[in-house]
């Protein structure tokens, strides 16, 4: 009677979910580079304060996400990673809205 | 399902994102390799948005040769729309998902995916238009 066994770790690469979570981490935290980099080149030509206090906001951001990938691969790194905290994956999400929106005030 | 019951279902949901303890409370812990496998899910969901705001701000500094000032703003606001909900989907998704693997329902099944990709070929096709009959140019 099988079905309603839990599966064992033994059953198949335990080792590497872990490692491919935290490449996937990386991966993401360097699209949020590529975006950050645009998000500060949209306001780069024009100059002035404006245009610090905008590329700053985007390096925030960034420092932001760079912040909580760092975390979340230091916890995948012990032997039974816990779950996501979800305040991790609402900071991510804050991330992202604040990219959005800031570029929503720039395009407009 | 009544209008009623959806409205409750999805208050129930955000309340979920900002307490999440309450997730572990019910059901028992799944195989720690089923949640990251949902939070790798999750974290490709956040590249898609990253995609997508990251597509909203080029086609505002690349298209300037080819569209008026308000094809591009038009573009690269439903593009940065599109991509914070992709955002609160990626989440959404993300505590259903853990949810259902603890108390050993069915993967929740979504039609965003589909919202999406028409969404993306919408945009194509009028960026098509656009730029090769150059209405806008």
């Known amino acids: 009677m099988t079905a309603g066994r839990r599966p064992v770790e033994t059953d198949r690469d ?8 935290r490449l996937a981490w990386r991966r993401t935290t360097l699209s949020c580079a590529v975006t950050a980099v645009l998000a500060g080149r949209q306001v780069l030509n024009g100059g002035g304060a404006s245009a610090t206090l905008a590329v ?9 996400f760079l912040w909580l990938a760092h975390h979340r691969m230091l916890q995948l790194g012990r032997p039974r990673p816990a779950l996501l905290p979800a ?8 991330c992202m809205v604040a990219l959005a929106v800031f570029g929503a005030a720039v395009v407009w | 399902m009544s209008v009623f019951d959806q409205l409750g279902a999805g208050r129930d949901a955000v309340r979920l994102w900002f307490a999440p303890d309450r997730v572990q409370e019910e ?9 990251l496998a949902n939070e790798r899910t999750f974290l ?8 997508l705001i990251g597509g909203g701000f080029a086609v505002d500094q690349f298209l300037t040769d080819h569209l008026t000032h308000w094809a591009r703003v038009a573009l ?13 989907r990626a989440v959404n998704h993300w505590v259903r998902c853990e949810r259902a693997m603890r108390r050993g329902a069915n993967l929740p099944v979504s039609r965003f995916p589909a919202v999406l990709a028409a969404l993306v070929a919408v945009i194509a096709v009028a960026m098509v238009a656009l730029v090769l009959f150059g209405w806008a140019g």
């Open chain 2, 76 to 88: 690269s606001l439903a593009l940065l729309a599109g991509g914070v909900a992709c955002t609160l």
């Open chain 2, 44 to 51: 490709a969901w956040i590249r898609t948005a990253l995609a």
């Open chain 1, 56 to 64: 700053s906001l985007a390096a925030l951001v960034f420092l932001a």
């Open chain 2, 27 to 35: 059901g028992e812990t799944p195989d720690y390799r089923f949640s």
């Open chain 1, 87 to 94: 305040s991790s994956a609402l900071g991510v999400a804050a």
């Open chain 1, 14 to 21: 335990p080792g590497l979910q872990p490692e491919r979570t």
